[in-house]
T-cell receptor
Framework: NAGVTQTPKFQVLKTGQSMTLQCAQD?????MSWYRQDPGMGLRLIHY???????DQGEVPNGYNVSRSTTEDFPLRLLSAAPSQTSVYFC???????????????FGAGSRLTVL | AQSVAQPEDQVNVAEGNPLTVKCTYS??????LFWYVQYPNRGLQFLLK??????LVKGSYGFEAEFNKSQTSFHLKKPSALVSDSALYFC???????????????FGKGTTLSVSS
């Protein structure tokens, strides 16, 4: 049982480049989300999904796209990277509402992105 | 709007002494409250939660937290600190009335706990 797996762990991009951060979970969790962590700002929600085919915006969605074609995978796409997107990105998942453990997020190890 | 405040950027305690990491929250309805811990270069790990019932909740690694509705606080405590408790601690809140689907967990900015030997 691997939990939440994020790749890559580290990435350096140039301004304007695009890339995809991958997130996969093997716990059959309905809910998945992406957060970014910046010093002194805690974690801020970028996008989330309550099930395959359903996504919605969080607090800071601009510059990011997501899709949820399967229950297991929730990739985060940066279409045209900017230095302001330099951050540590965390993917998190939890069971659907009403299920055991529905209120507790399981986090991946993080992906550190630097945009030059 | 939901919000969480962790008024201390850093808390320093000596090993063996009690520790408190403070958290206050603001929600329109009733809160679900959480504490998570982050060790260096790792993801966040769940410590404990308050959903309903007893105001004193116990969690992993000997930590506990007390829900105080009148003061809108949810301070994290431990009777005797260990050096291995040194980490970054996050308080988080969800408004269980306005956010019944549980889509938005709001995190505080985090408090660095440093336990010296």
């Amino acid at each position: 049982n691997a939990g939440v797996t994020q790749t890559p762990k580290f990435q350096v991009l140039k301004t304007g480049q695009s890339m995809t951060l991958q997130c996969a979970q093997d716990m059959n969790h309905e809910y998945m989300s992406w957060y970014r962590q910046d010093p002194g700002m805690g974690l801020r929600l970028i996008h989330y999904s309550v099930g395959a085919g359903i996504t919605d915006q969080g607090e800071v969605p601009n510059g990011y796209n997501v899709s949820r074609s399967t229950t297991e995978d929730f990739p985060l796409r940066l279409l045209s990277a900017a230095p302001s997107q330099t951050s540590v990105y965390f993917c998190a998942s939890r069971p659907g509402q009403g299920l055991k453990g529905a209120n507790v997020l399981t986090f991946g190890a993080g992906s550190r992105l630097t945009v030059l | 709007a939901q919000s969480v405040a962790q008024p201390e950027d850093q808390v320093n305690v000596a090993e063996g002494n009690p520790l408190t990491v403070k958290c206050t929250y603001s929600v329109s309805g009733n809160p679900y409250l959480f504490w998570y811990v982050q060790y260096p270069n790792r993801g966040l790990q769940f410590l404990l939660k308050y959903i309903t019932g007893d105001n004193l909740v116990k969690g992993s690694y000997g930590f506990e937290a007390e829900f105080n509705k009148s003061q809108t606080s949810f301070h994290l405590k431990k009777p005797s600190a260990l050096v291995s408790d040194s980490a970054l601690y996050f308080c988080a809140v969800r408004d269980r009335d306005l956010d019944q689907a549980g889509t938005a967990l709001i995190f505080g900015k985090g408090t660095t706990l440093s336990v010296s030997s």
